[in-house]
């Protein structure tokens, strides 16, 4: 298995366990029906907000973990980037976009049947958590199968 596709199961992993792993202690912390729609919105907002540090640092210690890991065991260093890695990750983006566009169209509809702020709230923090894994799956894809 190459160093890409390795990095990329990883990253579906952590991806995973990162977002479980807070959205369980927010609830678990935070969870209060009784919310008007003001300290709703604010909620929310800072339970994004807070994510995508606490993500991006979890990212970080991850990759560094994962890259020292991986040359200890395999005893090759990281491979530079070449077109081909680009073009792969170009067309994933692609893929991701259009997933969670798609995402973001379901929690606007949601609203738009009457749904709750939460229920729009979960759809888009899903979509965008279902748009990384399908990034990275279709990283996994092309790599596998070539462009």
């Given amino acids: 298995m190459s160093y890409q596709e390795k990095r990329n199961i990883v990253n579906i992993l952590s991806t995973l366990l990162i977002s479980a792993a807070y959205f369980g202690y927010v609830v678990h912390t935070y969870a ?25 640092v979890a990212k970080i210690i991850i990759y560094i973990a994962f890259g020292i890991f991986n040359t200890i065991a395999t005893r090759e260093k990281i491979p530079v980037k070449d077109e081909m890695d680009k ?13 969670f ?18 229920m729009m709230f979960v759809v888009i923090i899903c979509s965008g958590i279902a748009s990384e894994i399908s990034e990275n799956m279709s990283q996994l894809y092309f790599y596998r199968k070539g462009i």
């Fill in 87 to 99: 073009l792969i990750e170009l067309k994933a983006t692609r893929n991701a976009q259009c997933v």
């Fill in 32 to 56: 209060d029906e009784s919310m008007n729609s003001d300290q709703l919105l604010k909620f929310w907002a800072t339970t994004l907000l807070v994510l995508i540090p606490v993500g991006i």
């Fill in 101 to 118: 566009t798609f995402g973001f169209l379901l929690a606007m509809v949601t609203l738009a049947l009457g749904m709750s702020v939460n």
